[in-house]
């Protein structure tokens, strides 16, 4: 099966400027999430989608972050403005399962979008 | 406060020398367990998982990891790596609902 796919795979901007991040999920996966990476740290979940629907953005920060899943499928990650210590590798993932079983099955990464924010 | 500690920052083994990275979490209810690998220029990708059952859980490439109740531990074991093992390792565990990662382990096995 194709993977979770993920661009662009490198940005370079400055402080203040906007950035989107794309996220195309495995077919038929419901639950998609966003990850932040910093370096020297794991994961940090951002954002969880099941279908189109949010289902926790308690640790994305809504000034400044956004993301969407319109058609259940795709979804975007934007930032605007960025912040220096916005850079960090940002993941996508997705999972068959839905609701409370949504981490019994495996969460397929991409491998990432690196934003260097200078 | 929620959360995963991995004892290592980097480890370094050489081949055949017998591994073992300590992972232990803050929690009090059910839990379920994982270890996520990165191979250098690739994705992470599920290596075991615990839910219930057997404590000792095996994983892809000889690797298992046992569950401590009572230390509130998932530590991953392999008796003999290989320099193929290099990678970094992420344990992770979910607290109502959320997935949560510990910060990761840089294995280097030098061959």
């Known amino acids: 099966e194709a993977g979770v796919a993920q661009s662009p795979r490198y940005k370079i901007i400055e402080k203040r400027q906007s950035v989107a991040f794309w996220c195309n999920p495995i077919?038929?996966?419901?639950?998609l999430y966003w990850y932040q990476q910093i370096l020297g740290q794991g994961p940090k979940l951002l954002i969880q989608?099941?279908?189109?629907?949010?289902?926790?953005d308690s640790q994305l920060p809504k000034d400044r972050f956004s993301a969407e899943r319109l058609k259940g499928v795709d979804s975007t990650l934007k930032i605007q403005p960025a912040k220096l210590e916005d850079s960090a590798v940002y993941l996508c993932?997705?999972?068959?399962?839905?609701?409370?079983?949504?981490?019994?099955?495996?969460?397929?990464f991409g491998n990432g979008t690196r934003l260097t924010v200078t | 406060a929620q959360s995963v500690s991995q004892h290592n920052h980097h480890v370094i083994l050489s081949e055949a020398a017998s591994l073992e990275l300590g992972c232990n979490y803050s929690?009090?209810?059910?839990?379920?367990l994982f270890w996520y690998v990165q191979y250098p220029g690739q994705h992470l990708q599920l290596l075991l998982k615990y839910f219930s059952g057997d404590p000792l859980v095996k994983g892809i490439k000889g690797f298992e990891a046992e569950f401590i109740k009572s230390k509130f531990s998932f530590n991953l074991r392999k008796p003999s790596v290989q320099w193929s093992d290099t990678a970094e390792y992420f344990c992770a565990f979910t607290p109502g609902g959320k997935l949560i990662f510990g910060q990761g382990t840089e294995l280097s096995v030098k061959p």
């Open positions: 993932a997705s999972s068959l399962d839905i609701g409370s079983s949504s981490y019994n099955s495996p969460l397929h």
């Open positions: 929690y009090g209810g059910t839990v379920n």
């Open positions: 077919s038929g996966h419901a639950t």
């Open positions: 989608f099941q279908n189109n629907g949010v289902v926790d």
